[in-house]
């Protein structure tokens, strides 16, 4: 078995007192999708940066196709490609020229350079605005020519650091199914994300981290799994048949009311499921609404960490930022219905 | 301990061609230079109002100093306007110099930079491709100028060889100066701080100089440093070149300070660009 297409092996990197990564190591196996997911500021971008040659780590060691990302830089750049959370693009040029810019700079031949160019601006839905400047361009349609950029020299692994960031609902389920699109091709790919919905959606597995350390990995049934348990959800007409009803099914788990919601956290749903509902119907209190929920990563995170993904956003300081533009301290999580 | 050379093997198919390691081949280093000079100029050719405004400043410098301070001042041996052009020109591309940084931390803050060294390009290509690009610019600038300084009335009272030597030297001072600025830029890593950073570096070059009026005129503690300074020096180089006199030692003094400024800025701007 050959060694998984990206390894990082007890990465650690301090900005002065930050502690931006701290021993952090998972591999990402070829063809596979692992999902970096955490709050701003917990050492994702990074982890990124240190992977794709653009910083040294302090300690650790990291591979990317089994070169060494600290001493084959040359060669680990030729394999990879790097979206980042900002459309790095050129803003006076058009489409066309910026990824025409690509692929002269990854020594792609003249001929191989024009018709890849044209076979991206296709794939990426910006064939006719390929020719003119980005500057015209919506922050969808940005991101696309970004990720397309990252494409030109086909390489086999791709980092996409918060892809979708800033994006609207349409602009990130169009960027979803490209790069579901590109995993089918069989590109690896570390994602790096503080949307749940996004990790849940398109990783395979998902790594946690908060504060620089790793708190949890696994696949996203996996992680929720962890909770060991499923959610029964009711709710009532008013807070008087709420209340009567949690009475009524305090024998089921201990029941939480929110308003005029009922939550119980149980251990095997479709058995509660029914006897919540016999209970309820013997004592003549009738549900508007009834439901049976898996925990939501928003739950896993929650119970990982004490904190809920988007709390520590703007109230800690940000490891991810100290390295770079201050413009990045702007950037608002505003996040994805979890 | 997995050591990168056990695995390579296993996914050829995925791995592209062998990188040529940590170095890149000298003809890729000049390609890359290339392309990105390319593009800066592209990117100049898109946004011309980036040269009109860079030209504007100095005609209203010339217009000012020809027509309105002119009068006033006496200079030995020559007319007022000939006596200006020269420090016209070091003037245009020392303030032109802060273009350089202003358009490399524009790259950095949009993430350009990020991007440029996640390839596998040569390094030294986005500050050579910058510095020359810039160098492409100021000679349109400059020859701008000097059509600006014919119409006000300026000749050279050499000949026309020696003027072109002349806005040669200017030339290469711009290109020195831009790896001050190329530096200035990368420190400070966004566009309105590079340009804010830098006019306080550029004004007591500028003004404390030879380029608008005669060093004696100034107060003995300021000609000290007005002499010797590098905008009084190339100046000086550049009137010799189109008023006539020794040239030989002003050149000498001029290219000196030049290879001082590159010497110094260019290993700090490098070397600041491997640490963004």
């Known amino acids: 078995m050959t060694e998984p297409a990206i390894v990082a092996d007890g990465i650690g990197k301090r900005f002065g007192d930050v502690e931006a990564l701290c021993n952090v190591s998972f591999d990402v196996p070829h063809g596979t999708v692992l999902g970096l997911l955490g709050p701003n500021g917990a050492g994702k971008t990074t982890a990124v940066r240190v992977l794709t040659t653009l910083l040294p780590s302090d300690s650790g060691s990291a591979r990317v196709l089994g070169l060494d990302v600290a001493t084959d830089r040359q060669a680990v750049r030729a394999s990879i490609g790097l979206a980042g959370q900002y459309a790095a693009v050129d803003e006076v040029v058009t489409a066309r020229e910026n990824l025409q810019l690509v692929g002269r700079l990854t020594h792609m031949g003249k001929a191989d350079i024009a018709a890849r160019a044209v076979e991206l601006l296709d794939q990426f839905n910006l064939a006719d605005a390929a020719d003119r400047q980005v500057k015209t361009f919506s922050g969808g349609m940005r991101r696309r020519l970004d990720l397309a950029a990252a494409l030109v020299h086909r390489p086999p692994v791709l980092f996409l650091d918060e892809p979708t960031t800033g994006l609207d609902p349409k602009g990130r389920g169009d960027l979803w199914l490209t790069i579901e699109q590109l995993v089918e091709d069989g590109t690896t790919l570390l994602l790096t994300t503080q949307y749940l919905e996004e990790a849940d959606r398109l990783a395979d597995r998902i790594v946690v981290i908060d504060h620089g350390t790793v708190i949890a990995e696994g696949t996203s049934a996996e992680l929720k799994g962890r909770l060991g348990s499923t959610v029964l959800e009711f709710g009532f007409a008013d807070r008087d048949h709420a209340g009567r009803a949690a009475g009524v099914l305090e024998s089921l788990g201990s029941p939480t009311l929110d308003g005029t919601l009922l939550r119980i956290t149980v251990d095997d749903g479709g058995r509660s499921m029914l006897a919540a509902v016999r209970a309820l119907d013997e004592a003549g209190v009738e549900p508007t609404t009834a439901a049976l929920r898996e925990p939501t990563l928003d739950d896993v995170f929650l119970t990982l960490t004490g904190h809920p993904a988007e709390m520590t956003a703007d109230a800690e300081s940000d490891a991810d930022t100290a390295d770079r533009a201050p413009a990045e301290v702007g950037a608002t999580p505003d996040r994805g219905a979890a | ?276």
């Open chain 2, 1 to 276: 301990m997995a050591t990168a050379t056990i695995d390579t093997s296993g996914n050829a198919d995925a791995t592209p061609p062998p990188g040529p390691g940590t170095h890149v081949a000298r003809h890729t280093a000049v390609a890359d230079a290339v392309t990105l000079t390319w593009r800066n100029l592209l990117n100049l050719r898109r946004k011309p109002q980036l040269i009109v405004f860079a030209t504007i400043q100095p005609v209203i410098f010339v217009l000012m100093f020809r027509f309105v301070f002119g009068g006033a001042i006496s200079v030995p041996g020559t007319s007022y306007v000939n006596y200006l052009m020269p420090g016209i020109f070091i003037q245009t591309v020392t303030f032109g110099a802060l273009t350089t940084g202003v358009g490399l931390a524009e790259d950095m803050q949009n993430g350009l930079i990020d991007r440029f060294r996640s390839l596998p390009m040569a390094r030294s290509a986005v500050l050579v491709g910058r510095t020359m690009a810039d160098l492409c610019r100021n000679v349109f600038v400059v020859a701008l100028m000097a059509v600006v300084g014919f119409l006000v009335g300026f000749r050279w009272e050499t000949n026309a060889l020696a003027f072109l030597a002349g806005l040669g030297v200017v030339l290469l001072f711009s290109f020195a100066l831009s790896w001050v600025f190329a530096y200035v830029g990368m420190v400070v890593g966004d566009a309105e701080t590079a340009q804010a950073a830098s006019f306080p570096i550029l004004a007591p070059l500028v003004f404390a100089s030879s380029a608008f009026v005669p060093l004696n005129t100034m107060p003995g503690w300021l000609q000290a440093f007005a002499e010797h300074q590098p905008v009084s020096i190339t100046v000086d180089a550049v009137r010799a070149l189109c008023l006539g006199g020794p040239t030989a030692g002003p050149v000498f003094k001029a290219c000196l300070w030049m290879l001082v400024i590159v010497a110094v800025f260019a290993p700090l701007a490098v070397r600041q660009y491997r640490k963004v």
